[in-house]
């Protein structure tokens, strides 16, 4: 059964912090995204990359980074976190990048206080 | 520019009636469609997807879509409604020109009443 596993169902960090959170697929997908989803807003796309150190910046990556060393891990990096940061993120990983469908991680909740 | 609308935030059936949850797209050139569902507290599963061919798709848990280019619709339908079918959907999105960015739609939650 294919597999994106999220390294944490819930955080809390302060603002401020350096945050990392991390993806990982098991299924060889060239193609690996970061969202964060917000009642109202949909999934809004941060960064995606389609090989391994390569990324390309989304809709909303103000305030973000990632990080692919290697194919299966795909991290996404708070630099200084902040409040308006809190929300669900969801990873998700895919063959290509559109005739297939994405496989989504089971989301991590982060609250900055 | 594409987008993708959901017109209504939320739907109520009664299980056993039909439901219906709306999609509406504009993309640059042709359409790949989905559809993805969300239970509480977990990420998104996938529903079904139209690439090309038949308009009529179907797709996991008794659901069906209809691709319409005229009215550029993807209306996500279920003959029979059931309880378990309670949860946020989604819409999303690409084109086949102008980028491969995948776009979602707000959500649609669905609430079936036994």
């Known amino acids: 059964d294919v597999k994106v596993t999220q390294s944490s169902r819930y955080l809390v960090k302060r603002t401020g912090e350096k945050v990392f959170l991390e993806c990982v697929q098991d299924m060889d997908h060239e193609n690996m995204f970061w969202y964060r989803q917000d009642p109202g807003l949909g999934l809004r796309l941060i960064y995606f990359?389609?090989?391994?150190?390569?990324?390309e910046k989304g809709d909303i990556p103000e305030g973000y980074s990632v990080s692919r060393e290697k194919k299966e891990r795909f991290s996404l990096i708070l630099e200084s976190a902040s409040t308006n940061q809190t929300s669900m993120y969801l990873c998700a990983s895919s063959f290509d990048s559109g005739r297939t469908e994405a496989f989504f991680g089971q989301g991590t909740r982060l609250t900055v206080v | 520019a594409q987008s993708v609308a959901q017109p209504e935030d939320q739907v109520n059936v009664a299980e056993g009636n039909p439901l219906t949850v709306k999609c509406t797209y504009s993309v640059s050139g042709n359409p790949y469609l989905f559809w993805y569902v969300q239970y509480p507290n977990r990420g998104l599963q996938f529903l079904l997807k139209y690439i090309t061919g038949d308009n009529l798709v179907k797709g996991s848990y008794g659901f069906e879509a209809e691709f319409n280019k005229s009215q550029t619709s993807f209306h996500l339908k279920k003959p029979s409604a059931l309880v378990s079918d309670s949860a946020l959907y989604f819409c999303?999105?690409?084109?086949?020109?102008?980028?491969?960015?995948?776009?979602f739609g707000a959500g649609t939650r669905l609430f079936v009443k036994a």
């Open positions: 990359s389609y090989d391994v150190k390569m990324k």
């Open positions: 999303a999105v690409r084109g086949t020109t102008g980028g491969f960015k995948t776009i």
